[in-house]
């Protein structure tokens, strides 16, 4: 169980929170951004379903914002945002706008993203 603490939060988490902001406002990459979210929740999901009350929403954020020890949301409050994070990248994604490459689960295909989300 430590394994998951110890590689998904310096590792996984932080890259996807960096990718996050690298493309939040970028209309040329809705899709990759909405990826991005779905991926989060899904391994936070994994996170916060072996350890609880986990950091969750300064997560990853060291870095951009300074955020060294961030606070533990409560499980109710991660689940939540779970559902509001998934229905934002389920709503952007856009089959006519940016390809998502490098996806080794869907390979890049927008239906079963969307599905997943």
Same mark, same amino acid.
């Given at each position: *169980?430590? /394994?998951?603490?110890?590689?998904?939060?310096?590792?996984?988490?932080?890259?996807?929170?960096?990718?996050?902001? /690298?493309?939040?406002?970028?209309?040329?990459?809705?899709?990759?951004?909405?990826?991005?979210?779905?991926?989060?929740?899904?391994? *936070?999901?994994?996170?916060?379903?072996?350890?609880?009350?986990?950091?969750?929403?300064?997560?990853?954020?060291?870095?951009?914002?300074?955020?060294?020890?961030? /606070?533990?949301?409560?499980?109710?409050?991660?689940?939540?945002?779970?559902?509001?994070?998934?229905?934002?990248?389920?709503?952007?994604?856009?089959?006519?706008?940016? /390809?998502?490459?490098?996806?080794?689960?869907?390979?890049?295909?927008?239906?079963?993203?969307?599905?997943?989300?």
């Amino acid at each position: *169980m430590s /394994r998951i603490w110890t590689s998904f939060y310096p590792n996984a988490i932080k890259n996807i929170v960096d990718a996050q902001y /690298r493309t939040a406002d970028d209309e040329q990459k809705v899709n990759i951004h909405a990826a991005l979210s779905i991926y989060k929740v899904y391994l *936070m999901s994994i996170i916060t379903d072996i350890h609880g009350d986990v950091p969750y929403s300064e997560a990853g954020k060291g870095f951009l914002e300074e955020k060294f020890n961030p /606070r533990y949301d409560t499980q109710e409050e991660i689940y939540n945002d779970f559902f509001a994070e998934l229905t934002a990248a389920v709503n952007n994604m856009d089959a006519g706008k940016d /390809r998502i490459t490098g996806d080794v689960i869907y390979n890049g295909n927008i239906t079963k993203m969307e599905k997943a989300g």
